[in-house]
């Protein structure tokens, strides 16, 4: 199994750019893991792209970070076959 900073390094050189769906997932357990709860502002409803890295991230609120960077491994793990 990789770790955390591993997955981090090798999901940004991925051969294709995964989904908004999928970039989604990553993205909100890699801010779990890195900064915690949320703690910004919920983008207007005109801030598509924000609100959605907004309630990415939110959907995570309460897991600790170790559990948040597990997370995020796993998502690598089930997306390496697809882009890497």
């Known amino acids: 199994m990789v770790s955390f900073e591993e997955a981090t390094e ?5 051969s294709k ?3 908004d ?13 890195t900064v915690g709860d ?3 502002e919920k983008p207007g409803a005109l801030d598509l792209k924000g ?3 907004y309630e990415a991230w939110a959907a995570n609120k309460g ?3 170790d ?6 491994v796993k998502v690598y793990e089930k997306y390496a076959p697809k882009y890497a």
Do not use: D, H, I, R
Request: proline share 3%; glycine share 2%; net charge positive.
């Open 51 to 53: 609100k959605a890295k």
């Open 17 to 19: 750019k995964p989904t």
């Open 10 to 14: 090798l999901a940004k050189k991925f």
């Open 63 to 65: 897991l600790s970070k």
């Open 67 to 72: 559990a948040a960077k597990e997370a995020y």
């Open 38 to 40: 949320v703690n910004v």
């Open 21 to 33: 769906a999928e970039f989604l997932e990553f993205y909100g357990f890699f801010k779990q893991a």
